[in-house]
């Protein structure tokens, strides 16, 4: 057995707990128990069965399971061909969206891989990886980053209905998390809709129906915000500013500016700014 416990990992959004790979003996056995965080194990050799939820599953090499937290589960290694497996145990912000684009969930804990290559190389990396150096943990949380994209390029999306896959929340929230992202880049509404894999049309219907504004005027509204802190935070110019968040028509985002805010950037920055130097 190889494991690792992290204990003070910094990283909220997905925590690397502990990891580790085990050749297990025939009969060997965990639960009924339950863990307080999420468990990945994927077979690496040799067969066992999984209990959760009144359901029993017969697992053999190339497959794995789901454990999520405060859920009983029994797992079994087979008596005459025991399994070998490694797992990963994690947490963290990120770790509910992450397994719903790996289309996993308690009631879906079951996956496997037609081909295991990438797999059994992100789990051989991470294994006998060893803490020699300042960067260790953030590497190895880019493993699990790495564990997570495999899971979600293999993922099986006829097991869950496309509407339940994603809730309306979730896709709002990755349109915010696009814009919040790429704001400084010539983005438009057809290449966040392209991103998150929705048509144009419905995406746009979705998130005006959730937030009460459409995406232009979000993705507009989020670059005058952040165009006004530079205007009164840094000595940048005008045009300077325009570029930063993503306008190359400095014109454009002045006309922008001044519908959003009020005022033009230059009015903005003088107005906002004279106080402070009549004051000092």
Not at 42 to 71: A, R
Request: hydrophobic fraction near 35%; charge should be negative.
């Amino acid at each position: 057995m190889i494991t690792y416990m992290f204990k003070n990992n910094p990283f909220q959004d997905l925590q690397l707990l502990h990891y580790g790979t085990e050749p297990c003996t025939p009969g060997h056995h965990f639960g009924p128990a339950m863990r307080d965080h999420y468990k990945i194990h994927y077979i690496l050799d040799g067969k066992g069965t999984f209990e959760v939820g009144g359901k029993t599953y017969e697992l053999h090499k190339g497959q794995g399971f789901l454990i999520v937290p405060h859920s009983v589960v029994h797992y079994k290694a087979d008596l005459e061909d025991p399994w070998e497996y490694s797992w990963v145990a994690f947490q963290g912000n990120a770790s509910h969206s992450l397994l719903q684009q790996a289309c996993l969930s308690e009631q879906h804990p079951i996956f496997e891989l037609e081909n295991d290559d990438e797999m059994r190389s992100c789990l051989h990396r991470m294994i006998h990886s060893r803490n020699t150096h300042k960067g260790w943990e953030i590497s190895m949380t880019g493993w699990l980053y790495q564990f997570f994209s495999i899971l979600i390029d293999h993922a099986n999306e006829d097991i869950l209905p496309p509407e339940q896959e994603f809730s309306k929340e979730t896709y709002v929230t990755q349109v915010m998390d696009f814009v919040e992202m790429n704001y400084a880049n010539p983005i438009t509404v057809q290449s966040i809709a392209s991103h998150i894999g929705l048509q144009r049309s419905y995406l746009c219907s979705l998130f005006k129906d959730q937030m009460g504004t459409s995406i232009q005027s979000y993705l507009v509204n989020y670059r005058m915000r952040k165009a006004a802190e530079l205007t009164l935070g840094t000595g940048l110019t005008i045009g300077d500013i325009s570029r930063s968040v993503g306008y190359s028509d400095q014109l454009l985002f002045s006309k922008m500016f001044k519908k959003v805010m009020g005022e033009a950037p230059t009015h903005y920055r003088k107005h906002r700014t004279a106080p402070s130097r009549l004051s000092s």
